[in-house]
C-alpha cells in the first residue's frame, strides 16, 4: 500500500491486467473509496490475493475476458454500465513480452504481441469513451514502457507495440479534452514482475548500471503517480507520458 490518499469515493474503475503493477493499482483504488472491476484472462493470481481480505470482497468484480477480443470488451463494458450506470477510470495495464530478435519472431507472434498490447488499448478506449462523453469527464491511464520511447534490442514486436501506445494516448487526450476527459500514459522501466523476472535475475548488474537510483522499481512505485492523474489532484493532466524509471535515460 502506496501512503497516498486520494477521494475517489463513489467512482467506478476498470482496470486490466491483475497482477504486478495491476494488482498494486486495484488495491490502492479500493483503499481511496473506488469499486474496481477487473478485466483480464488469468484472474486466479488476483482473485486469490483480494479475496483474502473481507476489505476488498464487497468492491471489485471480476470479467474474465480477452481484452484483444473487440466484442468481448464491448459486453464488459455493457455489463459494467448496466450494474454501475458508469465508468469514471479507465487503467490498461495490460501487456506480454517475449524477448526475441527479428530474425526469431514470427509473424503469429508479432501479432499476438500487438493485438494484446496496442489492439487492447484501442478496444478499452473506443468502449468507454461514448460514456465518457456523456458524463462530460473521465480518466484513462494506459502503460507504455521505457522500450517505446528508446528501443529493445531484443523485442522490436514490444517496443514498436509500446510506442504505439504513446502515439494513440497524444492523439486520443487532443481528440477528447474538448469532454473533459483526460488521456495520460505512464512509462516504467523495470519494475519487479512476472515480466522482468528474466531481465533481472540474469542480468542484475547490467541493468542496475543503467538506472541511477541503482534499484528495480516495485509496483507500489507506479501507484502514487496512477492515483494523482485519476483523482482531482490530475484534472490539468492529459496527453502526457510520464517517466517512472529510476532515472533511467
Known amino acids: 500500500m502506496i501512503d497516498f490518499n486520494v477521494n475517489l469515493q463513489g467512482e467506478v474503475a476498470i482496470v486490466t ?19 474496481v472491476i477487473v478485466g483480464d484472462v488469468k484472474l486466479d ?10 476489505f476488498y470482497k464487497d468492491k471489485i468484480s471480476f470479467l474474465q475476458i480477452d481484452i484483444s477480443d473487440f466484442h468481448q470488451v464491448t459486453e464488459m463494458i455493457n455489463k459494467t454500465i448496466e450494474t454501475h450506470g458508469k465508468i469514471d477510470i479507465l487503467i490498461n495495464t495490460v501487456g506480454i513480452l517475449r524477448e526475441s530478435s527479428i530474425l526469431e519472431t514470427s509473424k503469429d507472434e508479432w501479432d499476438k504481441t500487438l493485438h494484446i498490447n496496442l489492439d487492447s488499448v484501442f478496444n478499452l478506449c473506443k468502449g468507454v469513451i461514448p460514456y465518457m462523453v456523456k458524463q462530460k469527464k473521465g480518466k484513462i491511464v494506459n502503460f507504455t514502457s521505457i522500450a517505446g520511447q528508446r528501443g529493445s534490442s531484443l523485442s522490436v514486436h514490444y517496443g514498436s507495440s509500446k510506442a504505439g501506445i504513446i502515439g494513440f494516448t497524444m492523439s486520443l487526450a487532443k481528440e477528447v479534452a474538448r469532454y473533459g476527459i483526460n488521456v495520460n500514459a505512464i512509462a516504467p522501466g523495470i519494475i519487479k514482475s512476472d515480466m522482468s523476472k528474466k531481465k533481472i535475475t540474469t542480468a542484475t548488474e547490467k541493468y542496475l548500471n543503467q538506472i541511477p537510483l541503482q534499484r528495480f522499481g516495485e509496483p507500489e512505485d507506479i501507484v502514487g503517480m496512477v492515483l494523482l492523474l485519476v483523482s482531482r489532484a490530475g484534472n490539468y493532466v492529459t496527453g502526457q507520458i510520464i517517466n517512472i524509471n529510476g532515472g533511467m535515460g
Open 17 to 35: 491486467g491483475a497482477g504486478g503493477i495491476g494488482g498494486a493499482i486495484i488495491k490502492d483504488l479500493i483503499r481511496n473509496g473506488a469499486f
Open 45 to 54: 493470481k488476483i482473485k486469490k490475493e483480494i479475496g483474502e481480505d473481507n
